[in-house]
């Protein structure tokens, strides 16, 4: 009798946590929007994730605070700019001591998981469950850190392994009384785009559009454009990034790899299970061919090197909308899928040949924009879509609110659940703030923040003391600098403001000096 009065007495405090929902955060990495049908590419059909749009809201507006993978991690767990949280560059060590969004689920009686990606050079904080990636993770025979601290190498490729992994602890290792928090986080479609052996056959002789400015010429753009090294034709590795086989490589004197290079290509494959590594060697072996008997240069290198690109960084792509199928399979499958939130998104954005260049950083729109789209099966609208502009600083505010749970102060970001669940197309912010920090390690992209409304972006490298201007309604890729424009000084002179009411509100003074 007792035991059934205390079911009684304890029954609400149940139907209440389970009516809370279940959040589930997918996040790949460097997964461009437009290599995602549900924008509307041409480059990759994704049809797990598109299913998530025809359920649920595809964000078009949606932007990073600093494009690079470490500090967009921190921003996802704090809410903040990276400035605030200590998370500036993908060197520094994360603070896990502070407040982060996965602690704060904890104290409102969710059970909370993080698997895959973490690359914050310290354990993760505020979870019941992970089991992570190593820095940034291998693609074949992948390691993962335990909560012993054990480091275990898994059979098999990283994303499906990572998914399997997430899966396990949803069914087996989670406590189904409590709802859950589970971040989900992808080393694919990352440098060095490594598929997997079905998709390096899927995607071997497929070939790809052309952006408009993959042959661009990127001189007289300024001190950044000259120094930065994320050149495909230049700086695009022939072996380590497109696994051309070194030995196709040594006669040509402008193609021979060094030997850091030949290093990096052999311990790649050397990780395969040697039952495909010689299949996966004679598909890429072509490449090899194709180099040495046309032996290329300028154009007709990059052209070739464009084609290679694409084919290695989507069929990685596709392996992690792949994996999100299976998620939508299992949720389905088990009844989950009515309460549990799911998000899908990227780190940042990523360039897929525009001016000619691969990886993120910059604060142009290719690399600041990101996918975000959100399923919650009868209260997110299916099928809808918001133009606001959203930041990822917004993602932790979003996800505590939805769950109830009040958002500290502290917090950059303003929650999503008006345009979520009351279908809002407006709110209170009409503009972002951006700030990168990291120079001198990969790529070499100067230090720059700046400020993007609706229709203008003012970007400011202040270490060279460059500013840029540009009008997004007419320029949308962002080619012409309208800086010495007098017809734009009346813009200028607003963004610039604007630009430092941001740098008050969000107290961000320590790097910059004074805005010249």
């Given at each position: 009798?007792?035991?059934?009065l205390?079911l009684?007495?304890?029954?609400?405090?149940?139907?209440?946590?389970?009516?809370?929902?279940?959040?589930?955060?997918?996040?790949?990495?460097?997964?461009?929007?437009?290599?995602?049908s549900?924008?509307g590419s041409?480059l990759?059909?994704?049809?797990?994730i598109?299913?998530?749009?025809?359920?649920?809201?595809?964000?078009?507006?949606?932007?990073?605070?600093?494009?690079?993978?470490?500090p967009?991690r921190a921003?996802?767990?704090?809410?903040?700019?990276?400035?605030?949280?200590?998370?500036?560059?993908?060197?520094?060590?994360?603070?896990?001591?502070?407040?982060?969004?996965?602690?704060?689920?904890q104290?409102?009686?969710?059970?909370?998981?993080?698997?895959g990606k973490?690359?914050?050079?310290?354990?993760?904080?505020?979870?019941?469950?992970?089991?992570?990636l190593?820095?940034?993770?291998l693609?074949?025979?992948?390691?993962?850190?335990?909560?012993t601290?054990?480091?275990?190498?898994y059979?098999?490729?990283?994303t499906?392994?990572?998914?399997?992994?997430a899966?396990?602890?949803?069914?087996?290792?989670?406590?189904?009384?409590k709802?859950?928090?589970?971040l989900?986080?992808?080393?694919?479609?990352?440098?060095?785009f490594?598929?997997?052996?079905?998709?390096?056959?899927?995607?071997?002789?497929?070939i790809f559009?052309?952006?408009?400015?993959?042959?661009a010429?990127?001189?007289?753009?300024?001190?950044?454009?000259?120094l930065?090294?994320?050149?495909?034709?230049h700086d695009?590795?022939?072996?380590?990034?497109?696994?051309?086989?070194?030995?196709?490589?040594?006669?040509?004197?402008?193609?021979?790899p060094?030997?850091?290079?030949?290093?990096?290509y052999?311990?790649?494959?050397?990780?395969?299970?040697?039952?495909?590594r010689?299949r996966i060697?004679?598909?890429?072996?072509i490449?090899?061919?194709?180099?040495?008997?046309?032996?290329p240069?300028?154009?007709?290198?990059?052209?070739?090197?464009?084609?290679?690109?694409m084919?290695?960084?989507?069929?990685?792509?596709?392996?992690?909308d792949?994996?999100?199928?299976?998620?939508l399979?299992?949720?389905?499958?088990?009844?989950?899928?009515?309460?549990?939130?799911v998000?899908?998104t990227?780190?940042?954005?990523?360039y897929?040949?525009?001016?000619?260049w691969?990886?993120?950083?910059?604060?142009?729109?290719?690399?600041?924009?990101?996918?975000?789209?959100?399923?919650?099966?009868g209260?997110?609208?299916?099928?809808?879509?918001?133009?606001?502009?959203?930041?990822?600083i917004d993602?932790?505010?979003?996800?505590?609110?939805?769950?109830?749970?009040t958002?500290?102060?502290?917090?950059?970001?303003?929650?999503?659940?008006p345009?979520l669940?009351?279908?809002?197309t407006t709110?209170?912010?009409?503009?972002?703030?951006?700030h990168?920090?990291e120079?001198?390690?990969?790529?070499?992209?100067?230090q720059?923040?700046?400020v993007?409304?609706?229709r203008y972006?003012?970007?400011?490298?202040?270490?060279?003391?460059?500013?840029?201007?540009?009008?997004l309604?007419k320029?949308?890729?962002?080619?012409?600098?309208?800086i010495?424009?007098?017809?734009?000084?009346?813009?200028?002179?607003?963004m610039?403001?604007?630009?430092?009411?941001?740098?008050?509100?969000?107290?961000d003074?320590?790097?910059?000096?004074?805005?010249k």
């Amino acid at each position: 009798m007792k035991k059934y009065l205390l079911l009684i007495w304890l029954l609400p405090i149940i139907v209440t946590a389970q009516q809370r929902p279940n959040i589930i955060y997918i996040m790949s990495d460097d997964h461009d929007a437009n290599a995602i049908s549900a924008y509307g590419s041409q480059l990759l059909a994704t049809p797990n994730i598109d299913r998530l749009a025809k359920e649920g809201m595809l964000f078009k507006q949606a932007f990073v605070g600093n494009s690079i993978c470490g500090p967009a991690r921190a921003t996802l767990l704090t809410g903040q700019h990276s400035h605030k949280n200590g998370m500036k560059d993908n060197r520094t060590r994360f603070d896990g001591s502070q407040i982060t969004m996965p602690k704060l689920f904890q104290q409102y009686g969710y059970q909370t998981a993080i698997v895959g990606k973490w690359h914050l050079h310290t354990y993760p904080t505020g979870f019941d469950y992970w089991k992570i990636l190593p820095g940034q993770g291998l693609y074949y025979q992948p390691r993962l850190i335990s909560m012993t601290g054990d480091t275990n190498t898994y059979a098999g490729y990283a994303t499906e392994v990572i998914t399997k992994e997430a899966i396990d602890w949803l069914d087996k290792k989670r406590d189904d009384t409590k709802p859950f928090l589970l971040l989900l986080h992808h080393k694919a479609p990352h440098r060095y785009f490594f598929p997997s052996p079905k998709n390096i056959e899927a995607f071997r002789d497929k070939i790809f559009p052309e952006p408009a400015t993959l042959y661009a010429d990127t001189t007289g753009k300024g001190t950044a454009w000259k120094l930065q090294t994320m050149s495909i034709l230049h700086d695009m590795k022939l072996s380590s990034d497109l696994k051309v086989d070194p030995v196709y490589l040594i006669d040509i004197p402008w193609l021979k790899p060094d030997s850091a290079e030949i290093a990096y290509y052999n311990s790649i494959f050397n990780r395969i299970p040697v039952t495909e590594r010689e299949r996966i060697k004679k598909i890429y072996s072509i490449r090899g061919e194709i180099l040495q008997q046309q032996k290329p240069k300028g154009n007709d290198l990059l052209k070739l090197k464009y084609q290679w690109y694409m084919q290695d960084y989507l069929a990685s792509a596709a392996s992690v909308d792949e994996s999100v199928g299976e998620i939508l399979n299992y949720l389905d499958s088990t009844g989950l899928a009515k309460n549990t939130m799911v998000v899908y998104t990227s780190d940042q954005g990523f360039y897929l040949g525009q001016n000619g260049w691969f990886d993120k950083r910059w604060m142009y729109d290719v690399s600041m924009r990101t996918p975000l789209i959100i399923r919650w099966l009868g209260k997110i609208k299916a099928g809808s879509s918001n133009e606001t502009m959203v930041q990822n600083i917004d993602y932790a505010p979003t996800f505590l609110a939805m769950a109830g749970i009040t958002v500290p102060t502290s917090m950059h970001g303003l929650s999503l659940q008006p345009l979520l669940i009351q279908q809002k197309t407006t709110w209170n912010r009409k503009s972002l703030y951006y700030h990168f920090y990291e120079y001198e390690a990969d790529h070499t992209v100067l230090q720059h923040l700046g400020v993007r409304t609706e229709r203008y972006k003012l970007i400011y490298f202040y270490t060279v003391n460059e500013w840029q201007l540009f009008d997004l309604l007419k320029d949308p890729s962002e080619q012409r600098n309208l800086i010495q424009n007098k017809a734009y000084s009346g813009i200028l002179a607003d963004m610039k403001k604007e630009l430092l009411r941001l740098r008050d509100q969000y107290d961000d003074h320590e790097m910059a000096g004074e805005l010249k």
